[in-house]
Structures are given as structure tokens and as C-alpha cells.
């Protein structure tokens, strides 16, 4: 009885933790591979004025991703934007933009968790804002699930090209 009792309060009170052992990653070049991520940047010219992104689409339709810049750059810790998306209302302070990412390789009219679709996001991005542009990769509203949630610091792999 006492075995059961327990197990009923633990798996109680894990239905209602929300994700909370699931846990934030802050990725750049030198640790993607402890996440296994693959992030490709590439300037898209000779004269580096653009940058090509191409990533997977991580977990996706279950986790969604945003390209977010800001007005300047911010903290690893700054980048962690659970918050802003998990509240009540979308909180854009401190954000010049939020653009929703969808994958490519999916075609329009088929179904999203096809799995012999590749899918893959890929944005281009100016080179004067790379240093305050995050991809930032999460499950969009609370959730009883775990994992890691994601903002990929695509400053930092601008740096290490440029290095």
C-alpha cells in the first residue's frame, strides 16, 4: 500500500510540473554536438553581407521554432525565452522581431510528422544583425513532457566563421 501511495503522489505530481525537468540549451559551435545538433551558417556571397541557416526542424510539429532579434545582443541566460512564450500574452518587450519558423521539405498539402520527409529549417539573415539574432526552439505552450528546449546563438557561429 505504502509502494502505491507513492507511486500515485509521484506520478500526480509530475502530470502537473509542465516540462519542469526538461532543461535549457544554449548552443554555439563548440557545444552542438552535446545536443546533436548540426547547425549550419554560411555567408551567402563573397562579401558576407548575408548568412544562410539551415537546421533541423527539432521535434517538429510538437516543438515549433522563432528567428527573434533584438535590439542588441543578449545573455545565454537572456536567450532562454520560455517565459515570454509559455505567458498569457506573446511579451515582445525587448524584441525587434519574432518571425514563427515553419520546416522546409514539407510540401503544403502532406502531413507534417511524415518521416520519410527530411525537414529542416533554413533562413537568411543580414550580417550587421547576427550578433542580436537567436533561433530559439520550444514547445509552444506548457506541456507534460521533458527534453531540452533550445535558443541557438547564431551570433556565435558568425564569429567562429569570421575567426
Given at each position: 500500500m505504502k509502494n502505491f501511495l507513492l507511486l500515485f503522489i509521484s506520478l500526480t505530481l509530475s502530470a502537473h510540473t509542465l516540462a519542469n525537468w526538461s532543461r535549457y540549451a544554449h548552443v554555439t559551435p563548440k557545444c552542438e554536438n552535446a545536443y546533436d545538433l548540426n547547425v549550419y551558417v554560411s555567408p551567402t556571397n563573397e562579401e558576407n553581407t548575408t548568412y544562410l541557416i539551415r537546421l533541423p526542424a527539432i521535434s517538429f510539429p510538437s516543438k515549433q521554432a522563432w528567428l527573434i532579434v533584438t535590439p542588441k545582443p543578449i545573455s545565454p541566460k537572456e536567450q532562454n525565452q520560455r517565459t515570454r512564450f509559455w505567458g498569457d500574452n506573446l511579451n515582445t518587450k525587448n524584441i525587434e522581431s519574432i518571425i514563427p519558423l515553419r520546416p522546409?521539405?514539407?510540401?503544403?498539402?502532406?502531413?507534417?510528422?511524415?518521416?520519410?520527409?527530411?525537414?529542416?529549417?533554413e533562413v537568411i539573415i543580414p550580417a550587421h544583425e547576427a550578433d542580436r539574432t537567436y533561433i530559439y526552439i520550444d514547445f509552444p505552450t506548457p506541456v507534460s513532457d521533458g527534453g531540452y528546449f533550445y535558443s541557438i546563438d547564431i551570433g556565435s557561429y558568425v564569429k567562429e566563421i569570421k575567426n
Open positions: 522546409n521539405g514539407i510540401p503544403i498539402f502532406s502531413q507534417a510528422d511524415e518521416p520519410d520527409i527530411e525537414k529542416y529549417y
